[in-house]
Nanobody, 129 residues
Framework: QVQLVESGGGSVQAGGSLRLSCSAS????????IGWFRQGSEKEREGVAHIDSSGDTRYANSVKDRFTVSLDNAKNTLYLEMSSLRPEDTATYFC???????????????????????WGQGTQVNVSS
């Protein structure tokens, strides 16, 4: 049974930083695309940043050069380092994963949530101006 548990959300002022973590169990990191989606109030869910077993990374244009996604295979944990945060980054952030490389789940920097079968419960990020 796959379980994804996010942590690290919180409140921060614009320009600040946060690190999100997603602890994974029941899934091997040897053949996986895993990453972050977010959904703000009255907004559609959007892919933020993803990484796969080959090291391929995908970023939404809105977070490129501000966010960094990484994997710790030894800890089965995914991270999202967020810096230069903006009020528009306020959202619930979800960890999602599935088997395979990200090229099968994404087109350029856009990854499609409908392709991912495993999701965490989400962690809230609030950025104040």
């Amino acid at each position: 049974q796959v379980q994804l548990v996010e942590s690290g959300g919180g409140s921060v002022q614009a320009g600040g930083s946060l690190r999100l973590s997603c602890s994974a169990s029941g899934i091997s990191f040897s053949n996986i695309c895993i990453g972050w989606f977010r959904q703000g109030s009255e907004k559609e869910r959007e892919g933020v940043a993803h990484i796969d077993s080959s090291g391929d990374t995908r970023y939404a244009n809105s977070v490129k050069d501000r966010f960094t996604v990484s994997l710790d295979n030894a800890k089965n944990t995914l991270y999202l380092e967020m810096s230069s945060l903006r009020p528009e980054d306020t959202a619930t952030y979800f960890c999602a994963a599935d088997f395979g490389l990200c090229k099968g789940f994404c087109r350029g920097g856009v990854c499609y949530g409908s392709y991912f079968g495993h999701w965490g419960q989400g962690t809230q990020v609030n950025v104040s101006s």
